[in-house]
């Protein structure tokens, strides 16, 4: 059963994927830009750690740009990577959704119950 601890780890993991979302849609966006540079997003280790020390809520995530090797235009953007990444994210925070929707339908069953 999820308890208010999982809804914290839940709800900052999707704050993070959200993050990750916004990253790689600007990436797409500009695939084409010379000399732009592809942002990442990393908040797991951050989560974990978080999680480990007993309050998810002091999880955070952070940006960066990557450091892959520049293309003839000096941008760094990969379109397969980044609809790879899209499409992980995407499945990443469907899960928590439902992890979410979840909990939810248990305090209604509770409440009704």
Excluded: H
Aim: avoid cysteine.
């Amino acid at each position: 059963m999820l308890n208010d601890v999982t809804m914290d780890i839940v709800y900052k993991a999707m704050q993070g994927l959200s993050a990750r979302q916004k990253a790689t849609a600007d990436n797409i966006a500009n695939v084409e830009t010379p000399g732009f540079k592809a942002g990442t997003v990393d908040f797991e280790s951050s989560l974990r750690s978080a999680i480990q020390d007993g309050d998810a809520t002091e999880a955070s995530f952070t940006g960066a740009k990557s450091a892959n090797p520049n293309g003839p235009n000096e941008n760094n953007v990969s379109l397969d990577d980044e609809t790879v990444t899209a499409i992980n994210t995407n499945l990443r925070y469907q899960t928590m959704v439902e992890a979410m929707n979840a909990k939810f339908r248990l305090l209604r069953t509770a409440i009704e119950g």
